[in-house]
């Protein structure tokens, strides 16, 4: 039998369990049974070798804490003004189309407050920006391709250097202009955006500079007027139908829409045929166009400066099917009916606009209506027979989505108030000619307990 496995020496392992005897206080001999000790084959390299690795990653760890404190930014230098802004004039509301209305007036206080003692400021200049992005742009990732931003106006606060002095806490500058009538209002489409905001750089003696932004939403309102009728023709059969919408539709709340159609009975001499209307399905659909521009860069692309990709995408904000809810007359030949379409709000409906850039979106209500022939005798018209024929007729009516106009008044037709009602006011008392005297009740002999408010 060898001696040695594996270099571990067998003839230290017992063969056996080690006994021990024991006595306990009574004297009988107890026998305990130990099992052999696994130490002497464990490898001692294996404790040292952990205690190494320990010591080795919290090495590290501090190591790379140090390197991320030492990399870590300087903090950067405080502004030294703080800027701010104060609106006093409504919401941006403009009324009528872009051909007939006069704009919009703002008006509001830039406010300045120094934030490190006394401050020069050299210049603090305000810009009306129109910002124009694109989401499907000539070339992707491109800054100048995707966004576009051109100044409407600009403000010139101050033309020498201004002294802001901390002890008098904020200081305010006031601003108004009239924002023209004909510029498109605020949209986010699927495929275009338009926004506007005021982008006030004021720029301190130091060279230190301090933004601010404020974004305005511009909307547009148009007045409501008298009820739209449209006939629409469908032939080669003798069905005419009459529709009756309103002249605009908000993109929040429903609107009705009345239909009458004439000619579904065609009578001969003995029998009749007869259009029955089975379905009427309704849905709104919301066109949108934009022109994608091209920078000096990527120009080549589209075949040079001043050109760009048209894009265009179409999707359902309302829809509804029906198959019941109109009145059928085969006697007078007509059918009528009423129903309540609406804008479906969780789908983030747009207003009609159409902007210079390229920017349109349009609404337009398309009705579909599925008929099927009827033949029956005249004397028993009741007992109609389906003739296996039917039509699918189809039609489109445009929309006027525009949001509420509220009051309806615009800031030119708003007229200031009139005294010329109010009588002319008491004469001024003049001095030297005006006494103040103290009054006694003496004079009246002691009557005042009797005095009454009865004559």
């Known amino acids: 039998m060898p001696t040695k496995l594996f270099g571990i020496d067998l003839r230290r392992i017992p063969q056996q369990q080690q006994q021990t005897d024991l006595k306990d206080s009574s004297g009988i001999s107890i026998t305990t049974l130990r099992r052999p000790s696994m130490d002497h084959i464990k490898r001692p390299a294996l404790a040292a070798l952990g205690k190494k690795t320990s010591d080795k990653k919290s090495k590290d760890r501090s190591s790379s804490n140090k390197r991320a404190v030492d990399v870590a930014p300087k903090p950067t230098s405080s502004k030294p003004v703080k800027l701010n802004m104060t609106m006093e004039s409504p919401p941006i509301l403009m009324m009528g189309t872009a051909q007939e ?9 830039l406010q300045i407050t120094p934030l490190a003692g006394d401050v020069i400021m050299e210049s603090i200049v305000m810009y009306l920006e129109c910002t124009t992005t ?38 305010q500058l006031p601003f108004s202009h009239l924002i023209p009538g004909h510029i498109p209002a605020t949209t986010h489409g699927q495929i275009g955006s338009l926004d506007y905001s005021l982008h006030v750089r004021a720029k301190s003696s130091d060279g230190l500079e301090t933004e601010f932004r404020r974004e305005l939403v511009v909307r547009r309102a148009l007045r409501p007027g008298n009820d739209k009728n449209s006939v629409r023709i469908f032939p080669p059969t003798n069905l005419t139908l009459h529709v009756t919408l309103p002249s605009v539709v908000h993109p929040l709340g429903d609107f009705p829409v009345q239909c009458r159609m004439t000619g579904i009975t065609s009578k ?20 949108e166009t934009m022109i994608s521009p091209a920078c000096t860069k990527h120009a080549a692309k589209v075949g040079g400066e001043g ?16 198959k019941a809810g ?7 030949g007509q059918i009528e009916g009423e129903f309540v379409a609406a804008i479906e709000s969780g789908h983030m409906p747009q ?3 159409e902007a210079p850039n390229g920017l349109k979106i349009s609404h337009v209500l398309v009705m579909e209506l ?21 039509r699918v007729l189809r039609t489109q009516f445009n929309l006027n989505v525009t949001d509420r106009a509220g009051m309806g008044i615009s800031w030119d037709d708003e007229m200031p108030p009139a005294y010329e009602d109010v009588p002319a006011s008491p004469p001024h008392y003049q001095n030297g000619h005006t006494f103040v005297r103290d009054y006694s009740a003496e004079s009246l002999h002691g009557d005042v307990e009797d005095l009454t408010l009865n004559g």
């Open 307 to 322: 050109k760009g990709l048209a894009h265009q995408k179409d999707r359902d904000v309302g829809s509804q099917e029906m």
């Open 351 to 353: 207003c009609d606009v």
């Open 370 to 390: 599925v008929i099927a022939e009827e033949w029956a005798p005249n004397k028993k018209p009741t007992q109609a027979t389906p003739t296996g024929a039917a």
């Open 134 to 171: 694109t989401k499907q742009p000539v070339q992707d990732r491109c800054r100048e391709c995707m966004q576009q931003v051109s100044d409407l106006y600009e403000w010139n606060f101050i033309k020498k250097p201004m002294i802001c002095v901390a002890e008098q806490g904020m200081q």
């Open 326 to 332: 109109w009145k059928t007359d085969f006697d007078d």
């Open 101 to 109: 209305s006069s704009g919009a007036l703002i008006s509001g206080q």
């Open 268 to 287: 001969r001499e003995d029998t009749q045929t007869r259009w029955r209307l089975r379905k009427l399905t309704w849905r709104i659909e919301e066109k």
